[in-house]
């Protein structure tokens, strides 16, 4: 398997260390050997709708931040998932910029966003909110919406419960929540033996050439790449510049914080008990694929602080990243969402 890492690590993942993987999961972008694939009309006509890209200072930190849409309309804040970057949502976004003020961030540590010596869940909270304000999203007359993928779900759900008097509704795309701390330590080790997670003492690797680099981008939980356009994609945005280590050159590596997990305070983020399901005021709802191994892991008995009878909306042939898998479904439901949904 690959000794480097894709951008989307998680900690909720089923670990199959001893089944190898295909190649279209292990490498789905090798084949084009650096070359972006085809691209439907509406994807393009998607990403040409470039936005504003700023920074926004929260917590010492500058964050970066994509916006689309004018200010004064209902505001709505995507956060994507664990090691990924804003322009994950930069192909869905601009759908909704007609009638929205649309932000998309770089959580702290990700993306172009500043890293830290620590993470915790309560300061990507100060951060969304931070970010919320500054950008516009409350100006619409009502609090933003917040839409958050996988690690980021779990961020949009954690305000949500800290800090409902912030938030409109929360609306989770294929979130999952990691196992007790004991057994975490047990899929750590796991996940060491692959030998394709950076530690302290193996940085992300720094490829010579952006073919070399796209040719190692996959996706955690390991799944094809159900459109390779979108992968590439966001593989490109994924990386960054960097000096080679014989100091001979420009070298390409991904833009993450490679140490990131070890510094997360995750541990009763929710505070007491990690495991009892907390007070949920906001109005919640959780999309997720059907091929989803995050969402099977937590058929399987995983504990999960979603309330019960929450709102559970399934997209058809889709794995966890079902922005690459089915866009344009996830779109038309995010959009049936905000239309009808809450009840007024």
Do not use: C
């Not at 972006?36 to 040409?48: E, N, S, Y």
Request: without cysteine.
């Amino acid at each position: 398997m690959a000794e480097d890492v894709k951008p989307e690590i998680h900690d909720d993942r089923p670990v199959h260390a001893e089944v190898p993987l295909p190649p279209e999961v292990q490498a789905p972008l090798a084949i084009y050997r650096g070359e972006p694939p085809a691209a439907p009309q509406w994807f393009k006509d998607a990403v040409a709708q470039e936005p504003e890209r700023v920074f926004v200072e929260s917590l010492g930190s500058k964050l970066e931040v994509l916006t689309w849409g004018e200010v004064g309309k209902p505001g709505l804040l995507f956060v994507h998932g664990n090691s990924a970057h804003a322009d994950w949502w930069s192909f869905i976004a601009p759908f909704f910029a007609e009638h929205y003020r649309v932000a998309s961030m770089s959580l702290a540590g990700m993306g172009a966003s500043d890293w830290r010596e620590k993470y915790s869940f309560t300061d990507f909270a100060e951060d969304a909110e931070a970010v919320s304000r500054a950008v516009g999203l409350y100006e619409g007359g009502r609090k933003p919406t917040y839409i958050g993928h996988s690690f980021g779900g779990g961020q949009v759900f954690f305000a949500a419960v800290r800090n409902p008097e912030r938030m409109h509704a929360a609306i989770m795309v294929d979130t999952g929540f990691g196992p007790p701390p004991e057994e975490l330590a047990k899929r750590q080790a796991q996940m060491e033996a692959i030998r394709n997670i950076p530690t302290v003492d193996r940085p992300s690797r720094v490829y010579a050439t952006l073919e070399e680099a796209l040719g190692r981008f996959r996706l955690m939980p390991p799944q094809p790449a159900g459109n390779a356009y979108i992968a590439d994609f966001i593989a490109r945005k994924s990386l960054k510049r960097v000096p080679m280590p014989d100091g001979k050159g420009q070298g390409w590596t991904w833009r993450f914080d490679p140490n990131m997990w070890a510094k997360l305070d995750r541990q009763r983020a929710m505070g007491g008990d990690p495991l009892e399901v907390p007070e949920v005021k906001t109005p919640m709802v959780h999309i997720y694929g059907a091929k989803s191994r995050i969402v099977e892991h937590r058929k399987s008995g995983a504990p999960s602080p979603f309330p019960p009878g929450m709102i559970e909306i399934e997209i058809p042939d889709a794995h966890h990243h079902i922005m690459i898998d089915q866009p344009l479904a996830l779109v038309a439901a995010l959009r049936a969402l905000l239309a009808a949904w809450p009840p007024k």
